[in-house]
C-alpha cells in the first residue's frame, strides 16, 4: 500500500486482482490520509473501488478496467463471495462493505471536517432529489456543484472544468455518465486532487427511487437475486460464478498468488 497512507490497510491479492483489508474503525483515519497525501502533493486523485464478484473477474483481464483496479487507492469487497474468496485463499478476511452504507459513512467523514462532493450522473429531478436530500442528511457538507448523466461529448470539457475549479474532496459518480468507472481512468489527469468513487444506483437511492437491499439480505450474500428480477440477463452470471469457485480451488492446490 502506498506509505503515505498512515491508517492499517493491508493489500491482499485474489486470484491477482489487488483487495484492501479496512477495519471500519479505521476508515475515517485512512480516508483523510488519502485526502492529506492528495493535499501535499504527494500523488494527484485517489479512486475507490466497491469491487463484486462481477468486477474481480472483470479485473483479470488484460484491459481497461483491470487497469483502473490496478492503480486504485482503495479497493473493498462487497460481494460476499469476493470476502470468501479471499478467506479460502489468504486466510485473512476482508471487511465487505455494504455500497449504501459506505457512501453514507464517507459522507459523514467528510462532513466531520466540512469537506466537499460533487455529484455527476443521473436524470435531472434524481440529481436534484438528491442534493436536496443530502443538504438535509449532510448539512455540513459542501457540495460544490452537480452535473447530469447523459451529456454530450461537446460537453465534456465544461465538465471537467467545473469539476476543476470546484476542486471537491469526493468526485461522487452514478449512472448515466459513458463508461461509468472507466470514465475516471480516461479523464484522471484532467481532475483535481481528490477521491473519486462510481457507484451505479447510488443517485436513485439517494433520491428513493430505488430501495437497497436490507441488511439481513446483503449479510447472507443474496443481494443479486433481487438485481437478477430487475436485469433477467444477470441469472446468467451464475456461470462465471462456478468458473470463480473452480479458479479458487487451482489456486489454493498450487499455491498460486
Known sequence: MDSEIKAP??????????????????????????LKADNEGIVKGKNIVLLSLWDLLRARGANEYRDFVQKAALILPISKSVAGGARFLTGKTPVRYMPFDFIIKLLTILENRELSVYLLGAKPRILKKTEKNLR????????????VGNFKRQDENTILEAIRKASPSLLLIGKGVHGEE?????NAGHLN???RLWC????????????RPSRVVFDRGLEWFGYCFQHP????????????KILLLVYRVFKKK
Open 193 to 195: 486532487a481528490g477521491l
Open 233 to 244: 440477463l444477470y441469472f446468467f452470471r451464475i456461470f462465471p460464478y462456478f468458473w470463480y
Open 136 to 147: 438535509q442528511t449532510f448539512p455540513k457538507l459542501q457540495i460544490v456543484g452537480r452535473f
Open 9 to 34: 490497510v493491508e493489500r491482499i491479492s485474489v486470484l491477482k486482482v489487488p483487495l484492501d483489508i479496512v477495519p471500519e474503525e479505521t476508515l475515517a483515519e485512512t480516508i483523510y490520509g488519502l
Open 182 to 186: 472507466r470514465w475516471i481512468a480516461r
Open 200 to 211: 451505479s444506483d447510488i443517485f436513485d437511492v439517494f433520491a428513493e427511487r430505488k430501495r
